[in-house]
C-alpha cells in the first residue's frame, strides 16, 4: 500500500490552517490552534489513531473559538480523504469503546463516502477549558462532512465533561485508525459495491 499522507493548507478571512498527516504513523502530534484544550484533544487523536499529525492555526480567537475549532476539523478531515485516496484495500468500519474513569464512550466509523454525524453526548458542563461546550460537536460534524465518513459517537454514561469529551476523541481516533486498516484479503478492492473498480 502506497503511503497514506497529505498536506493541507486551508485559508480564509477567518482562519490560516496548515497541517501534515500521514495516517501510518507512531501517534507523534505538533498542534498549535491557539486553544489549548483543542491541542490537547488533537494530541490524543494522533496518539490513540496512531497517526503523525503536524498542525498551526492562526484564526480570529479575538473574536470567539469557532472559526478556528471548525475549520481544523475541516482541514483534518480534508486530509484524511485525501490520504485515504480510493480507499481500496481498506476494511472501511471501525468501532471503539473508551472508558474514562466513571465515563464509557462508543464511536462508530465508516468510511462511506456518505457525510453523516450522530452526536449523543449530554456535557453537563457549558464551558471545558475555556471552550464552548457546543464546539465539541460542530468540531466532529465539520471533520465528518470534509472527510466523507459517517460517524457515530456516544457517551454511554459519564458525569465529568472533561472525560467524557476526550473519551469522544479517544473513541474516534481508534475506531479512524480500524476503519483506515488495510485488508489483506480486500487488496486492491473498492470497500463500496457501489464503486466501478
Not at 43 to 63: F, P, S, Y
Not at 80 to 85: K, P, S, T
Not at 110 to 124: E, G, N, Q, T, V
Request: glycine content about 8%; some cysteine; proline content about 4%.
Amino acid at each position: 500500500m502506497a503511503p497514506r499522507k497529505a498536506s493541507v493548507r486551508r485559508k480564509t478571512r477567518e482562519t490560516e490552517v496548515r497541517l501534515t498527516l500521514n495516517l501510518d504513523g507512531k501517534g507523534e502530534a505538533d498542534i498549535a490552534t491557539g486553544i489549548g484544550f483543542l491541542d490537547h484533544m488533537l494530541e490524543q487523536t494522533a496518539r490513540h489513531g496512531l497517526m503523525d499529525l503536524t498542525m498551526r492555526v492562526k484564526g480570529d480567537l479575538h473574536i470567539d473559538q469557532h472559526h478556528t475549532t471548525e475549520d481544523s476539523a475541516l482541514a483534518l478531515g480534508e486530509a484524511i480523504a485525501e490520504a485515504l485516496g480510493d480507499k481500496k484495500g481498506i476494511s472501511r468500519y471501525g468501532a471503539a469503546l473508551v472508558p474514562m474513569d466513571e465515563c464509557l464512550t462508543r464511536a462508530v466509523v465508516d468510511l462511506s463516502d456518505r457525510p453523516y454525524l450522530i452526536w449523543k453526548a449530554r456535557l453537563p458542563s457549558r464551558q471545558l477549558g475555556g471552550m464552548d461546550a457546543e464546539l465539541f460537536r460542530e468540531w466532529f460534524h465539520a471533520l465528518a462532512q470534509k472527510a466523507a465518513l459517517t460517524l457515530h459517537l456516544e457517551v454511554l454514561y459519564g458525569r465529568n465533561s472533561h472525560h467524557m469529551v476526550e473519551s469522544c476523541y479517544k473513541a474516534f481516533a481508534r475506531a479512524l485508525k480500524e476503519a483506515c486498516a488495510p485488508d489483506p484479503r480486500a487488496r486492491g478492492l473498492s470497500p463500496s459495491t457501489k464503486r466501478l473498480d
